[in-house]
């Protein structure tokens, strides 16, 4: 987003292709988890946000090859497969995912906070755990339906 937005007064064409609409602004997250803010508050439509952007164009769909010798991608959106995109520039990210070091086991355990999904997720299994122990007649069991673990990594960057 924010080359496409640096872009906005060159001579130039942008297509920006990406398989989700809304961005995202992913420090908050952890607000939607925690049923702060609503899901449809934390997205912003690509769309919207560079509605004035007269140099681009917004394709919602994936790509699923490059091809670096005769410079195109090719995507597929709701409507089209495998459609042949060319390209002078490409810049290219890739997303990410949750890691665990070799222990992929923990995932059930340990949800990762990096989608709007995830946070939603997150919300609904502390909103459950909430509902079980409202009816937990045994008040001994509340804390272990009550405990949660929050583990913060904050990484620096040089």
Do not use: C
């Amino acid at each position: 987003m924010a080359a496409v937005k640096a872009l906005r007064w060159a001579p130039v064409e942008v297509i920006l292709l990406d398989r989700t609409n809304p961005h995202l602004f992913q420090p908050l997250l952890y607000q939607v988890a925690a049923s702060v803010l609503a899901p449809d508050q934390m997205g912003t439509p690509i769309r919207g946000i560079l509605a004035r952007q007269r140099n681009t164009m917004v394709i919602h769909g994936e790509v699923s090859a490059v091809n670096k010798g005769q410079r195109y991608v090719v995507a597929s959106s709701a409507d089209r497969s495998d459609v042949q995109i060319p390209y002078d520039y490409l810049v290219l990210t890739t997303g990410q995912r949750h890691i665990y070091f070799g222990h992929d086991e923990f995932e059930r355990f340990a949800p990762g906070l990096k989608s709007l999904a995830d946070g939603v997720a997150i919300r609904n299994r502390i909103l459950q755990a909430f509902e079980q122990a409202e009816a937990e007649e045994d008040p001994s069991a509340h804390p272990e339906l009550l405990t949660f673990v929050l583990r913060w990594r904050r990484t620096y960057r040089r």
